[in-house]
């Protein structure tokens, strides 16, 4: 049982480039999220979405865009990478929205240089 | 969503209970209490979450005071493993729900 699965694990992007973090869960999960994590701080949502076709913003959307075509994947798209998005990215899932334990995957560490 | 209040950090000795205390003076009576911890490296890990009543679980066991603005995170023979950051999350419930994390406490283990 795999549970959610990121990747990269490690990634380091040149200013203004873009890409793709990828997220996949095998639980059938209905509701999905992407969280980053600078050094210190707890984690902060970006996106999150409550079922395929359905994706709404959280509180630091900007420079960060999302599609959820599938149950199983939530990719999180950078389209201009910036230093300020040097951080740790967290994707969870969870069967609901609320009352329920969330899982998350292990991270992806992003540089931009 | 409402405020948690959470002491930075805490040590206990290997093989000791500990109690991990969180206030949160203004949380409305349909929020869930959610606790996470998150180990070095790792993603956070769901630990257990509650409403009204005293909850357990395999992992650790969570007091929630009778007028719910504080609770209390129960580990009861602390490991080394459990050595991690750990989360006091209180769930808006307004059909938003979402987990909004705070700094956490840094808890340390003594061998």
């Known amino acids: 049982n795999a549970g959610v699965t990121q990747t990269p694990k490690f990634q380091v992007l040149k200013t203004g480039q873009s890409m793709t973090l990828q997220c996949a869960q095998d639980?059938?999960?209905?509701?999905m999220s992407w969280y980053r994590q600078d050094p210190g701080m707890g984690l902060r949502l970006i996106h999150y979405?409550?079922?395929?076709?359905?994706?709404d913003q959280g509180e630091v959307p900007n420079g960060y865009n999302v599609s959820r075509s599938t149950t199983e994947d939530f990719p999180l798209r950078l389209l201009s990478a910036a230093p300020s998005q040097t951080s740790v990215y967290f994707c969870?899932?969870?069967?609901?929205?609320?009352?329920?334990?969330?899982?998350f995957g292990q991270g992806t560490r992003l540089t931009v240089v | 969503d409402a405020k948690t209040t959470q002491p930075n950090s805490m040590e206990s000795n290997e093989e000791e209970p500990v109690h991990l205390p969180c206030n949160h003076s203004?949380?409305?009576?349909?929020?869930?209490i959610h606790w996470y911890r998150q180990l070095p490296s790792q993603g956070p890990e769901y630990v257990i979450h509650?409403?009204?009543s005293n909850v357990n679980n395999r992992m650790a066991s969570l007091a929630i005071a009778e007028d719910r603005k504080s609770s209390t995170l129960i580990l009861h023979r602390a490991t080394l493993r459990d050595a991690a950051v750990y989360y006091c999350?209180?769930?808006?419930?307004?059909?938003?729900?979402?987990?909004?994390f705070g700094t956490g406490t840094r808890l340390t283990i003594i061998p």
């Open positions: 969870a899932s969870s069967y609901q929205m609320g009352n329920t334990e969330a899982f």
């Open positions: 999350i209180v769930e808006t419930n307004f059909g938003n729900e979402k987990l909004t």
């Open positions: 509650g409403l009204t």
């Open positions: 979405s409550v079922g395929a076709g359905i994706t």
């Open positions: 639980m059938n999960h209905e509701y």
């Open positions: 203004t949380i409305s009576g349909t929020d869930y």
